[in-house]
């Protein structure tokens, strides 16, 4: 009896011995499968949604806009103001590094830069369109902390050249297997602190749960920021490549 | 008497209104539109006049301020791949010659999309390509924008545009458009000849640069060819040239058998709410001093001619005509009497903005003329816009924008969006 037990002792550690390094693996994934894993917890890989963008500036009142977008891999994104009337028709189009505005007064497609900032808020063309990061930054995987509550992993990013809008980026992703995005910190080359990204609202939307509402934090200017909300989002839909043209953008709605 | 070429595109509009018309009312019984908008609008612009050497002792037969007002209205509406856009405004005129009420259609067209790869638009409409803010050389299809604000509304030609979209790097359109519309926003009238246009534009996106090749020709046109090019640089700045090679001028004295360019290049950056523009632009064909200074004694004999009552009467009569003719030129097809040009602006506010503000400065760099035009915008309301634009023409007396029978202006537009 106390051989068998021992053999039994001995199966259970060899098997542990096998086991362990593979569920130590699991448990802490490399920077790039969380940054990966990060990138899909919002949009799939392509999709169709909705967004409200609320404006908040100290003693202001707030202003909203309202948006479709269609997004496809990494790097192509297609947003239309729907609201208020005034901007209807607005276009922004990213397609690789390019990025053009449509300005339904003038009938006009004009080209404009990816850092520059979207539609009057927090956010620039890069952030919205740039919905992935791991195309445009290495990652490092700096440790674990508590984050707006939550136990996450602390990726340290660097953007890959100086096309990028931010050269570092600090990102907390939920270490509780949702790889949901937490918060990220946009570092200047200088190593000024220009602005903070909170994710939250986790809530079931579009068939799957999501965080679903980001908010844009100035450091530049006080109180300043801008929230993101996502008020539908259809994953995976049959989108032609051509709909990120800048001749799709002409066309209007 | 209008001329030849306005009656027929009087005709026209006068086809297309009903058309559109009964195309909306098809439409809003037989279907529930995906989206419609409606846009209700009023312009006030007023003018300060002056005799001029292009206003000889006031022969324009200008008040001291004249001026127009417009009940304009939109409306647009979008079903699958089908649109369909109509603007329009009654006018009324005061302080000219000869006052009057007049309707004009901007746009008037329908528009279809057979998935994301071909569409066809047919009726009057904006044609708007070319990378350049303020002068678009590869651009000769449609009226011209207005020299003393080149942010108004600019008037569309009828037209049909077929595009086509083999890949999202490259697409190509082809247009065929006729138009004898001159700019309508200022107090003297410039009347052209129609203009038949035949164009394709071929655009492609290539290592991140937009590249479009262009030809256009036709009757009472200028066979162009253009070449567009537009990248950005570091994601920050947003740069552009345009350039336009044709043979003969389309300023007058009509010289046929001389090639002249025209070239645009500028930069846009915007930080924050604000946008900045530069652009330089060169007009081949603008006139040098010794060009300026032909034409103002052109101008001058004819006067002469046209004031000597030891000629007979219709002799008098064809020299005010040529002096008459003389005298548009600025207002009239070309996009700038002389030679070197720059454009300035800046430009604060956004979706989200109440206010905005913005300054224009279009700079003679071979006169030193400016039209300077500051310019707020208020929005209340999501669907509310107050706009109102006042344009300084400054610079030495003998400079392009100072020869102008028009001094200054205070141009006012409110919209009402449903």
Known sequence: ?253 | MPPRGARSQRRGERILVPVLLLSFLSLTRAVCAQTRQLELGLEGFGYESQTSVLNRENVLGLDDHPGLGRLALGWRETHGGFRAVFRGYVERTWGTEQDETRWVVRQGYAQYWWGEGVGLRVGKQRVAWGSGLAWNPTNRLEPPKNALNTALEQEGALAARLDWAPRPWASLIVVGATTDAAPRDLPVAASADTRRTAALRARFLVKDTDVAFVASGGRNQRTLFGLDLGRDVRGALAVHAEAGLYRGSEILPPRDDTWFLRVVAGALKTRGDDAFALEYFYNGEGYSDAGVAAWLSGLDRAWGAATNPALPPAQQQQALGVYAAGAAIPYAWGLGLRRHYLHASWTRGGATSVWTGALRAVVGLSDGGCALTPGIGYAPRGNLTFNLDAVFLLGPATSEYRLSPVRGALQARVKLLF
């Open chain 1, 1 to 253: 009896m106390p051989r068998a037990a021992s053999r039994l002792r001995r199966s259970a550690l060899v098997a542990f011995a096998l086991v362990a390094p593979a569920s130590g693996r699991a448990a802490e994934p490399d920077a790039a499968t969380i940054l990966r894993r990060a990138d899909r917890a919002v949009l799939g890989e392509s999709a169709a949604y909705t967004l409200r963008m609320t404006v908040l500036r100290p003693n202001k009142p707030e202003r909203i806009v309202e948006m479709k977008g269609w997004k496809k891999g990494e790097d192509q994104g297609l947003v239309r103001y729907t609201a208020p009337a005034k901007e209807r028709g607005t276009a922004y189009l990213r397609s690789g590094e390019n990025t053009w505005l449509f300005l339904p007064s003038a009938e006009k497609v004009v080209r404009v830069g990816a850092k520059q900032n979207f539609g009057g808020g927090d956010f620039s063309n890069a952030d919205i369109f740039r919905l992935s990061l791991i195309k445009d930054y290495d990652p490092t995987l700096a440790g674990q902390e508590t984050v707006e509550g939550q136990d996450c992993y602390r990726l340290e990013l660097k953007a890959r050249d100086r096309q990028v809008a931010y050269d570092r980026v600090v990102y907390w992703v939920r270490r509780d297997g949702t790889f949901y995005p937490v918060r990220a910190d946009y570092y200047t080359l200088s190593g000024k602190n220009l602005k903070s990204l909170l994710v939250s609202q986790p809530k079931p939307l579009g068939g799957r749960t999501r965080p679903t509402l980001m908010t844009m934090e100035s450091r530049v200017d006080e109180g300043a920021h801008t929230r993101l909300e996502f008020l539908t989002i259809q994953d995976d839909p049959r989108l032609d490549e051509r709909l990120f043209s800048p001749g799709a953008l002409e066309r209007g709605e």
